[in-house]
């Protein structure tokens, strides 16, 4: 088990500062786009849920960060292990991966918002063993 005791020379830093904070601008900033978005003339209308999915996940992400991080579950706790964070680093990627979709959503929505949506299906029937068949010309 990790020791509790500071290290000398080390920058402490409280992640309360700010973890509130930003998980409250996320969740604004959620609601707003699934609120306002197809009043703002984003097309096509889909979008709108898309992009507040990818926003909620993104955000619950983070919350899973500071959940499995925290001071009191790291060093109260008996049954946390330094091996949560390292299984966690996928999500990180996840993470990345969400805002750039969204980025690359919003460059021109409504081509690049029927790729990204038409993309899942591909991959959800892919999954299923559904092979899309090819027509000859």
Known sequence: MLSNKKLIDKPDLDARTFQEKLDSLTTTMAFKVQREAAQKGLRPLFLAAD?????RQMQQTYNLFF???ADKRRYEE???RAAYTAVMLPLVRSMIDGLYNI???LENPGPNGYLFRESGYRLMLEALGCRRKTVRR
């Open 67 to 69: 959940f499995v991080n």
């Open 51 to 55: 992009l507040y999915y990818l926003l």
């Open 103 to 105: 980025t690359t959503i």
């Open 78 to 80: 008996s049954d946390w």
